[in-house]
């Protein structure tokens, strides 16, 4: 009998346990008071929402407690992918009002007929509380999408590269007249191609035309292109709507001349602090045509106690001629030692950049710091030798033997 009464006892306790931990686990946390949809107050539960577009969803809740380590959450439920937007985490006090921002990006093919809800949640690692807002999915009066772009990605000059479209309308009316245009701009070349009409995507009956179509178009590359990276644009549109798409395409063609050489006679150099060192630059044009040339370098060292400065930034040379560019690099008793590389490039107003070249500063405190300084050493050593020359003169003039004395001539 006793035992008895001990396992109810204990199950009468694990129970009451149990239930004051689901108590404190379900422990209010905040009250949501408002929930605006692109500044529109949600009422009753509901919102319309176009697809395709950016919201922003404010929640204003207030604080039934104090607590740490807070996240405001949203999401939409319903959809095949995860759309989701949170803060970071903060703290709440009890009785104050706080108000929330997020941003959550509605695809553009979400079903009009599909049962979508916008969730809020307010929470920590302990309790949580969330709102429903069900979702009115609307789209677009006009919307065309290019759902697809496919074509070899490397070419050669002279051939013909081929473009598959693939476009659909995602808005509710039907859209007419519509057509597709390629071209890469570089090569000055584009096509263009009529798409006809296209029904609404939700048309169910009475619909004489698709809501997707597919479409062809061919350029031909110049037989003169060089070997490069093109941008392709893909345009879409009829008399009210555009949408573009880009991407690029490889070209194998005729390898591009370089025009200009550049000549550095020293591209590194000990650069005392507080001091200057000027590197020069000669620039070769042995083309039959004048051209203006620009060297400039975009290393941001002045905030390192390193000016540069190029002597001149313009220059023009004349065909089969070379001109001289001087680059100072002035550095300040505060920049630190070491090794700075600095970029330099070559560039005309016809082709942009066409060459790059680097120069480096070695930073040092002094010139013969853990060297030989070279001058002075060249200099010591030919003082040497003429030493060692007027020695060893020297020392001959002062061994060569007096003259012999006459010998005398005896008469008998």
Not at 25 to 32: K, P, S
């Given at each position: 009998?006793?035992?008895?009464?001990?396992?109810?006892?204990?199950?009468?306790?694990?129970?009451?346990?149990?239930?004051?931990?689901?108590?404190?686990?379900?422990?209010?946390?905040?009250?949501?008071?408002?929930?605006?949809?692109?500044?529109?107050?949600?009422?009753?539960?509901?919102?319309?929402v176009t697809a395709g577009e950016e919201i922003e969803v404010k929640i204003t809740f207030t604080a039934v407690?104090?607590?740490?380590?807070?996240?405001?959450?949203?999401?939409?439920?319903?959809?095949?992918?995860?759309?989701?937007?949170?803060?970071?985490?903060?703290?709440?006090?009890?009785?104050?009002?706080?108000?929330?921002?997020?941003?959550?990006?509605?695809?553009?093919?979400?079903?009009?007929?599909?049962?979508?809800?916008?969730?809020?949640?307010?929470?920590?690692?302990?309790?949580?509380?969330?709102?429903?807002?069900?979702?009115?999915?609307?789209?677009?009066?006009?919307?065309?999408?290019?759902?697809?772009?496919?074509?070899?990605?490397?070419?050669?000059?002279?051939?013909?590269?081929?473009?598959?479209?693939?476009?659909?309308?995602?808005?509710?009316?039907?859209?007419?007249?519509?057509?597709?245009?390629?071209?890469?701009?570089?090569?000055?070349?584009?096509?263009?191609?009529?798409?006809?009409?296209?029904?609404?995507?939700?048309?169910?009956?009475?619909?004489?035309?698709?809501?997707?179509?597919?479409?062809?178009?061919?350029?031909?590359?110049?037989?003169?292109?060089?070997?490069?990276?093109?941008?392709?644009?893909?345009?879409?549109?009829?008399?009210?709507?555009?949408?573009?798409?880009?991407?690029?395409?490889?070209?194998?063609?005729?390898?591009?001349?370089?025009?200009?050489?550049?000549?550095?006679?020293?591209?590194?150099?000990?650069?005392?602090?507080?001091?200057?060192?000027?590197?020069?630059?000669?620039?070769?044009?042995?083309?039959?045509?004048?051209?203006?040339?620009?060297?400039?370098?975009?290393?941001?060292?002045?905030?390192?106690?390193?000016?540069?400065?190029?002597?001149?930034?313009?220059?023009?040379?004349?065909?089969?001629?070379?001109?001289?560019?001087?680059?100072?690099?002035?550095?300040?008793?505060?920049?630190?030692?070491?090794?700075?590389?600095?970029?330099?490039?070559?560039?005309?107003?016809?082709?942009?950049?066409?060459?790059?070249?680097?120069?480096?500063?070695?930073?040092?405190?002094?010139?013969?710091?853990?060297?030989?300084?070279?001058?002075?050493?060249?200099?010591?050593?030919?003082?040497?030798?003429?030493?060692?020359?007027?020695?060893?003169?020297?020392?001959?003039?002062?061994?060569?033997?007096?003259?012999?004395?006459?010998?005398?001539?005896?008469?008998?």
């Open positions: 009998m006793r035992n008895k009464i001990s396992l109810v006892f204990l199950l009468t306790l694990l129970l009451v346990t149990t239930l004051n931990l689901a108590s404190a686990q379900t422990e209010e946390l905040a009250r949501i008071d408002m929930i605006e949809v692109n500044d529109v107050v949600v009422n009753n539960g509901f919102i319309a407690t104090d607590a740490k380590d807070v996240r405001v959450k949203a999401w939409i439920d319903g959809y095949r992918n995860r759309i989701e937007s949170e803060t970071e985490r903060f703290d709440i006090v009890e009785n104050r009002t706080y108000t929330k921002k997020l941003v959550l990006n509605l695809p553009l093919d979400m079903e009009i007929t599909e049962d979508y809800k916008l969730i809020i949640r307010i929470a920590n690692k302990n309790n949580e509380d969330q709102e429903r807002v069900q979702l009115t999915i609307q789209r677009p009066s006009y919307e065309l999408e290019i759902l697809s772009v496919d074509y070899v990605k490397t070419v050669k000059a002279g051939d013909d590269l081929q473009i598959n479209v693939v476009i659909k309308n995602r808005g509710s009316h039907e859209i007419e007249d519509i057509y597709v245009k390629a071209r890469i701009p570089e090569l000055n070349i584009e096509k263009r191609v009529y798409a006809g009409d296209l029904a609404p995507e939700d048309c169910e009956a009475d619909c004489e035309d698709e809501d997707a179509v597919e479409k062809t178009l061919v350029l031909h590359i110049p037989e003169n292109a060089e070997s490069n990276e093109y941008e392709i644009e893909i345009k879409v549109y009829d008399e009210n709507i555009i949408t573009t798409t880009k991407d690029t395409v490889i070209v194998e063609g005729i390898e591009k001349e370089e025009n200009v050489e550049v000549l550095s006679t020293e591209t590194t150099k000990d650069v005392e602090l507080g001091s200057t060192e000027t590197y020069k630059i000669e620039i070769i044009n042995p083309s039959d045509e004048e051209k203006t040339i620009t060297v400039s370098t975009s290393s941001p060292l002045e905030d390192k106690g390193i000016k540069i400065k190029v002597t001149p930034e313009v220059i023009t040379v004349p065909p089969e001629s070379s001109q001289e560019v001087e680059l100072q690099v002035e550095t300040s008793k505060s920049t630190k030692e070491g090794s700075y590389e600095i970029p330099i490039e070559i560039a005309s107003e016809e082709e942009g950049v066409i060459k790059q070249v680097g120069i480096t500063a070695h930073v040092v405190k002094s010139k013969t710091t853990g060297a030989f300084n070279k001058p002075l050493f060249t200099s010591a050593v030919v003082l040497a030798i003429i030493l060692i020359v007027l020695l060893i003169v020297l020392f001959i003039t002062v061994r060569k033997p007096s003259s012999l004395p006459e010998e005398e001539t005896a008469y008998y």
